[in-house]
């Protein structure tokens, strides 16, 4: 059955029947894709779409049809969204006849939970790590579940669709049925929750050999674990393993006086893991328990680091967990005293310092009976051994937070002798993105050049380097990480050449592969890599909150853009500089300046640019085809992009500039080859969203481009180019201090440093319309409404938050979007642009100033170049354009002596201005008048 005919023959209607959803009068429902107290989701019958209003909900932005909306329902492909779709028109389909990704994972961890009473390795497993499966959530696979009696065909096939069952691709010798291997088998289960405390992903620990510890995560994971915090949380302990959460769980004043919640490894703090965090308002304190190693320490600061510049009122803090110790090993040795044990540890943590990228000791007040509790686990805490030497170095390296220093290679003949960090067995470097770095008691692994954010593919290039007398021998190739075959192929020919096991390789590879695929989705909050990220001190935050927190801050910001060279344009770089700032914020904005050539317009968009923080900004002088296409997944997410011509660029790559700007995505279907050399399709998404700016000398072809962005003109008056050449003999003659403009430009771009994302909620939103003359009105309104929201955002510090921890609009900010967007109101409701009616403002100045007959007047084209000092070919595509408009017609002449014209419409422009202003003033005036008492 065809899409179309889907979505003809299939209702809206009937799809929130079959899922129990039922809207209210005003055809609104509470969005079932995320919390929702109050109705966010608008159906509309009409078009047989719902739109959901949030931000919050992961469908925000898109209008959902029938499939879609199954589709984001079921967690599930297109394809399957189609396919059930047509069953439902079939009417062969009911809720209880499909099982759903929460119905199947939460019936199967009750069956996993129930297996661990009649299994007895499972039970002994269990007890060996000190968790107690009657108080916390713990399963256990046995791998049985769709054999003999408890086989359903049904059953077999969800497990096989969400992950649980993978298809071996043959039959068994026995049966002739075909065979199956259960994910995870031989594991114990812990269930990952959503913000509904619903079952939406599982994790299996390995209890086979616990040397070489195995995870595994179900396919697309997602969810929590042990579920989402409270709202309430005003302390968060994050530990760096599921089973060192559990462990906690299990210690009552812990659990009882703190949220748990675990991370996914060292870099397994997830963008879930962080929206999260981010939504618990009354939130003081996080506090990082990972493990005492030198990869738990390093995890900890870096991640410390990460929610600092996320968070930064929240206070960091972290557990000195005891050398080679973990959570679950502290509980299993000090059983008898575990809660006094970890108390005491809990009392002792110490501060994160941002600037340094280190933790320092918090010197709280330590109470009598507090240091009675340390006294007596005094004893039963072990004294570390004394360290060797070499040990001693390491340690203090770690202590004063240095970077890794290199250690000499032997060299040889053949070799340059190489370099690396002084790392021990089984740990993982990921400091440089571009060469990452995993050593093992077997052999050392190098991955160059990065790794891509594919994720049905994991290529990489790599180099083995194997230990055998006493010189370093390699092995180079380049390979995909989830072909096992060619991972076997590769494993054996490294063996064979370094003279090494070639299953040991291979088991180094499958763990690569685990660690890879963490840090790969660790980069998928699309935050910058710790090592590019710029994180303020304390003295320069103050400044910037200081400056943020005062009254009339956008008119500060603008005398700030004025010191920092930006001459004249008062009112078109404030504009700018706000539009550019949103580029990190829930909505962002976008501008399409106009001028003619020489007018400065690139000049403009190149200085207000350089106020944003130069790890945000993406400017282009020329961009092709296909290049938006070939970004990373998240390369382009919330920065912003400055194209210095757009009327350079083919239609190809606005079409893709354009899908950026509205859709805030770019999804292309290519073609890439196996390891066969096959060729096959794959999907590649590029995501955003993005701030942009872009310069034109040809606003009036770009309607697509003007219905997404404000309109700004460039000030090309003789007053602003007599400013511009006054500022530029200043300079140089020495008289303007270009440091001072530099230190100006550093603090602006601290400031936009300081602004985080919020949500915004508008209580007058309803109250301020647009005029009806405005071009595209719809989407002008959108537009208008966004920037009263960044205003808002510009004023996060002096604006207070509702209950939910939106900031609250007030009418400041209305106020304030109105004074400055006025212009481009004015631009989207003339049908001149901006240079056309500089332009032709200037002509009817001249034509008028030739006595009482001026309506009469006719001129030519050289007399009009010389009158208002314009070049011949801009001359030519005014003219061209007012005639087409009608605003001129010609008035006798040849084409050999050249033509004369006349003006035959004289608007006023300056009239239509006051209209617009009345319109608006008036609205926000009666604002005034219904708030005074």
């Not at 579940?145 to 059953?155: N, Y």
């Not at 042990?226 to 559990?246: F, G, N, Q, S, V």
């Not at 981010?278 to 680091?305: C, P, T, V, W, Y």
């Not at 007398?469 to 060619?486: F, M, S």
């Amino acid at each position: 059955m065809e899409i179309t005919e889907i979505k003809t023959r299939l209702t809206l209607k009937e799809v929130l029947e079959h899922y129990g959803l039922k809207p209210d009068k005003q055809l609104r429902l509470n969005c079932p894709f995320h919390p929702d107290r109050t109705p966010s989701m608008q159906v509309y019958y009409k078009t047989q779409t719902a739109y959901c209003f949030s931000s919050n909900c992961p469908t925000h932005g898109k209008s959902l049809d029938v499939i879609d909306f199954i589709m984001h329902k079921e967690s599930c492909s297109k394809h399957e969204a189609i396919k059930k779709s047509e069953r439902l028109l079939a009417g062969n389909v009911s809720p209880a006849q499909e099982l759903t990704r929460v119905a199947l994972l939460t019936n199967m961890f009750t069956y996993f939970r129930n297996a661990v009473h009649n299994s007895k390795p499972a039970r002994e497993y269990l007890e060996s790590r000190g968790l107690d499966y009657g108080k916390t959530e713990i399963g256990y696979n046995s791998g049985q579940f769709h054999h003999g009696t408890r086989k359903d065909e049904a059953l077999i096939e969800a497990c096989l669709k969400y992950g649980l069952l993978l298809d071996k691709g043959q039959t068994n010798n026995r049966t002739g049925e075909r065979a199956y291997s259960p994910f995870g088998k031989g594991g114990i289960v812990f269930p990952l929750k959503n913000q509904q405390n619903q079952i939406v992903s599982l994790y299996f620990r390995s209890t086979a050999d616990d040397r070489q510890a195995r995870h595994f995560y179900l396919r697309d994971r997602q969810g929590l674990y042990p579920k989402y915090p409270k709202p309430e949380t005003t302390k968060l302990i994050l530990t760096e393993a599921i089973i060192d959460a559990a462990t906690l769980l299990q210690i009552p004043g812990i659990a009882t006086e703190h949220e748990i919640l675990a991370c996914y490894g060292t870099n397994g703090l997830t963008e879930e893991h962080i929206k999260a965090i981010q939504s618990l308002n009354n939130l003081e304190e996080i506090i990082f328990f990972f493990d005492g190693d030198a990869a738990g320490l390093e995890g900890a600061r870096k991640q410390g680091e990460k929610l600092k510049g996320l968070l930064p009122e929240i206070k960091i803090s972290r557990v000195n967990t005891p050398e080679s110790e973990d959570v679950n090993s502290l509980y299993i040795n000090h059983a008898d005293s575990a809660e006094a044990l970890f108390t005491h540890l809990l009392d002792s943590r110490t501060s994160f310092d941002a600037p340094n990228g280190s933790f320092y000791s918090s010197n709280e007040p330590v109470s009598n009976e507090k240091k009675e509790i340390r006294e007596q686990i005094q004893s039963t805490v072990p004294e570390p051994p004394k360290p060797t030497p070499s040990q001693t170095i390491s340690q203090t390296k770690t202590n004063t937070q240095k970077p890794p220093q290199p250690i000499p290679q032997p060299k040889t003949n053949a070799q340059k002798p190489t370099s690396g960090p002084s790392l021990a067995a089984g740990s993982f470097d990921s400091t440089n993105p571009h060469r990452i770095i995993y050593f093992t008691d077997t052999a050392h692994y190098y991955v160059k050049g990065g790794v891509r954010q594919e994720p049905d593919r994991l290529q990489i290039s790599l180099m083995v380097e194997g230990k055998g007398n006493g010189a370093y021998n390699r092995y180079r190739n380049r390979l995909d990480l989830y072909e096992n075959k060619q991972t076997e192929r590769i494993a054996r020919e490294a063996a064979e050449k370094l003279n090494l096991r070639a299953d040991l390789l291979e088991l180094d590879l499958c763990r690569l592969t685990d660690l890879l695929e963490d840090y790969r989705d660790s980069r998928e909050t699309g935050q910058k890599p710790e090592s590019a990220r710029i994180v303020l001190d304390s003295t320069k935050s103050g400044h910037c909150k200081d400056f943020l927190s005062k009254p009339n801050l956008i008119q500060r910001f603008n005398g700030l853009i004025g010191k920092a060279g930006v001459v004249g344009e008062e009112n078109n770089r404030v504009f700018l500089f706000c539009i550019a700032a949103s580029y990190g914020m829930p909505d962002t904005l976008h501008a399409l300046i106009q001028g003619s050539s020489g007018s400065g317009k690139t000049h403009l968009l190149v200085k207000i640019s350089s106020f944003i923080p130069d790890e945000d900004v993406k400017r282009f002088t020329r961009v092709t085809e296909s290049s938006f296409y070939n970004y990373g997944m998240y390369d382009l997410k919330n920065k912003l992009i400055c194209l210095e011509d757009l009327d350079g660029m083919k239609e190809e790559a606005q079409l893709a500039f354009r899908e950026l700007q509205s859709r805030e995505m770019l999804s292309s279907s290519t073609t890439g080859q196996d390891e066969k050399g096959n060729n096959r399709a794959y999907e590649k998404t590029v995501y955003g969203p993005i701030a942009s700016m872009a310069c034109t000398t040809k606003g009036e072809i770009y309607e697509d481009n003007m219905n997404r962005c404000f309109l700004i003109a460039v000030d090309e008056t003789k007053e602003q180019t007599q400013r511009i050449i006054a500022y530029q003999n200043q300079k140089a003659s020495g008289k303007i201090d270009g440091q001072e403009e530099r230190k100006t430009t550093e603090f602006i771009q601290n400031c936009v440093r300081m602004l985080k994302p919020h949500e915004v909620v508008n209580p007058y939103a309803d109250r301020v319309n647009l005029p009806e003359e405005a071009h595209k009105i719809r989407r002008l309104n959108g537009l208008y409404q966004s920037f009263v929201k960044q205003m808002t955002l510009m004023n996060q510090y002096r604006r207070k938050k509702d209950q939910k921890g939106r900031l609250i609009t007030e009418k400041e900010d209305l106020q304030t979007a109105a004074e400055i967007m006025f212009d481009s109101i004015v631009l989207k409701i003339d049908e001149l642009d901006g240079s056309l009616r500089l332009f032709y403002e200037q002509l009817k100045s001249y034509i008028k100033g030739k006595g009482e007959a001026y309506e009469s007047y006719s001129f030519g084209q050289r007399e009009i170049r010389q009158a208002l000092n314009i070049s011949k070919t801009q001359l030519q595509r005014y003219i061209h354009d007012l005639l087409g408009l009608e605003y001129i017609c010609q008035a006798g002449g040849h084409i050999n002596k050249g033509y004369r014209y006349k003006i035959v419409y004289w608007d006023d422009v300056a009239k239509l201005k006051g209209k617009v202003k009345r319109h608006l003033q008036g609205q926000l005036d009666q604002l005034e008048i219904l708030a005074t008492p």
